[in-house]
């Protein structure tokens, strides 16, 4: 298979996703917490069957949306290899590859890497600078990148130089969660879901001026409520415990669907965390006003 017979890119979070990484959580386990969510079901910890058996169903859903859906192979290495945002992501028509910050983490990567080269994808390593994934958004010429115990300015300012035609614009946020995803989401040119009073006043308002934002309340940021996934055609995947979430969303002309990965999230994540983007279609300008403005 030649870089030709692959297409990439990435313009929004919301465009049809036609091409995506994930991992399979065939070792997952909290072997030392590293977030509050892992610190609470430590003890509990996470049951690997069952945690398959919804991600089965996961891939499955994305498949039944004409989402091509390209499964890393599991390391037992790596028990938080299911979150494959961190590793890497897509702006534009540019890969990127995530050196992970924390040394359970550090190596997960290299799956990502094996098949980038593989496959005869080009690639920018940003090895030596910390960014993560789940810290990164974009929506057209604007990349929104989380300040974090993850991802650092000098890194942000790294990723302006490398895409002068983008406005990167950081957003400092409070230590107490990972990662901008989990507080904040992009669901259309207009929308966003956001969990407020942890993200810089001045930001969060820069934020409020750009897209309505749509609340989630403390009890469905604690099971991942604004971690949901868009698939394009204002379809989005959630969580069925997260009933306030998807009334808005379907208030707002939403269709969503509804996927039980609670096993997973014990660790912190849900489904923007497990999924990395390669493809994303960007609708005509035409189609995009239809679905968005009608």
């Not at 890119?9 to 049809?16: I, M």
């Not at 499964?71 to 540019?94: A, C, M, N, W």
């Not at 958004?137 to 790294?158: F, Q």
């Not at 995947?237 to 969503?256: A, Q, W």
Request: aromatic share 8%; hydrophobic share 35%.
């Amino acid at each position: 298979m030649t870089a030709e017979h692959i297409k990439i890119g990435c313009e929004t979070e919301y465009d049809p996703l036609k091409k995506v990484l994930l991992a399979p959580p065939t070792f997952m386990s909290i072997k030392e917490p590293i977030n509050t969510i892992q610190k609470r079901f430590f003890k509990e910890n996470i049951n690997p069957k069952i945690a398959q058996k919804q991600h089965d169903t996961f891939v499955e859903t994305l498949r039944k949306n004409d989402v091509d859906v390209i499964l890393l192979p599991p390391d037992e290495k790596y028990p938080e290899q299911v979150f494959t945002r961190d590793i890497g992501f897509t702006l534009g028509s540019h890969v990127f590859v995530s050196e992970m910050a924390h040394d359970v983490r550090k190596g997960e990567e290299n799956s990502f890497l094996q098949w980038l080269n593989e496959i005869k994808i080009t690639y920018t390593n940003l090895k030596g600078d910390k960014i993560e994934g789940g810290d990164v958004l974009i929506d057209g010429n604007s990349i929104y990148v989380g300040v974090s115990n993850r991802t650092n300015k000098h890194a942000i300012a790294d990723l302006q130089e490398l895409l002068p035609v983008y406005e990167v614009i950081d957003i400092p946020f409070t230590d107490t969660f990972l990662h901008l995803d989990c507080i904040f989401n992009i669901l259309s040119p207009t929308e966003a879901l956001i969990y407020r009073g942890e993200i810089d006043k001045k930001k969060e308002k820069h934020l409020a001026e750009r897209y309505s934002l749509i609340e989630v309340s403390k009890e469905e940021q604690a099971t991942m409520g604004t971690n949901v996934l868009s698939i394009g055609n204002k379809k989005v995947i959630s969580l069925p415990i997260n009933k306030g979430v998807n009334k808005e969303l379907e208030k707002r002309g939403y269709t969503v669907i509804e996927v039980d990965i609670s096993e997973i999230i014990k660790s912190g994540g849900a489904f923007r965390c497990c999924t990395l983007p390669i493809l994303r279609e960007k609708p005509s300008k035409g189609l995009i006003d239809k679905i968005f403005h009608e």
